[in-house]
């Protein structure tokens, strides 16, 4: 069995632009501005690289963050630009991403695997011509698993309750289990390819409490 590599490109999906901030398609962007502002790193736009980069450090280990800004469905043209600059094969690649099949408080890690309808994963296959990258899968719920009369498309590009926002910004902590100047703990084994000690810390967040509907559902 092949051993798993380091992870060197750490990359969060989401679109540009303040109107998509806090949107429940943006969470893969809130991981790695956690990750950034753990580290005390900071992002800058990179036009050859068609998105926003930080550099830093993990578990002694030199990584980048990449946030495209190319929209959710282009995302692969980012990630390709910076791999093939900085020779980044697809195992070394994490991809940060709002998850549909998982509530909210939920997340799961795994190589490779479907796309789910998801475009943004489904175009950095594409652009890879593989989908052997890793996926950090953050629950986002289902529109019709939450009780909400919204089509997918509008539930992904509208902002989560605050409760469920909670349930997620709690997931990105636990995975990043920062501390005040550095990222440790699970963002180390993710550095370090060590996917099955990680995946079995993070398994307690595979199957959360059931939650509970919302007032405003319909």
Known sequence: MTTPKAIRLIVGLGNPGSEYSRTRHNAGFWFVDAVAR????????ERKFQGEVCKTR??????WLLKPSTYMNRSGDAVVALALYYKITPDEILVVHD????PPGCMK????GGNAGHNGLKDISAKLSTPNFWRLRLGTGHPRTLGFAQQVADFVLSAPSSEHESAIETCIDAAIKGMKSRVSMEIDGIANGDFASVTRKLSKFSNPPKARKPENAK
Do not use: R
Request: no cysteine.
């Open 58 to 63: 993990i578990a002694g280990n030199d990584v």
């Open 109 to 112: 890690i795994k190589q490779g």
């Open 99 to 102: 998850e549909l099949d998982l």
């Open 38 to 45: 753990h580290a005390g790193s900071f992002f800058h736009e």
